[in-house]
């Protein structure tokens, strides 16, 4: 059984940075494409960034590009979302996510089939 646990969320600064991390117990995130997604309450979960099975390929969300950057370390076997240049706008939770590899978009949810329990960003003033 896949489990996905993220972790590194707490509380950000305007212009701050966060690295959020994801570990799997039961997959090799390199047999796979990774994403993550984020929700705000009262919000459907958004695509913020992903990453393909042979970490060749990428896909951003608008509004994290040039900001957060996606990445792989197989030898940790953890994804991690490197977020720069944070804005009050960027608070949410923050989830990452695995599906079977797929030259499909990265960006449907429906896609993935293991979820992380998320983590929160909060935006401090």
């Known amino acids: 059984q896949v489990q996905l646990v993220e972790s590194g969320g707490g509380l950000a600064q305007a212009g701050g940075s966060l690295r959020l991390s994801c570990a799997a117990s039961?997959?090799?995130?390199?047999?796979?494409?990774t994403s993550w997604f984020r929700q705000t309450p009262g919000e459907n979960r958004k695509f913020v960034a992903g990453i393909r099975r042979r970490a060749d390929s990428w896909d951003y969300a608008e509004s994290v590009k040039g900001r957060f950057t996606v990445s792989r370390d197989n030898a940790k076997n953890l994804v991690y979302l490197q977020m720069n240049s944070l804005k009050p706008e960027d608070e949410a939770v923050y989830y990452c996510a695995i599906r079977s590899p797929s030259w499909y978009s990265l960006r449907p949810d429906e896609a993935y089939s293991s979820w992380g329990q998320g983590t929160q960003v909060t935006f401090s003033s």
């Open positions: 039961g997959h090799t995130f390199s047999d796979g494409d």
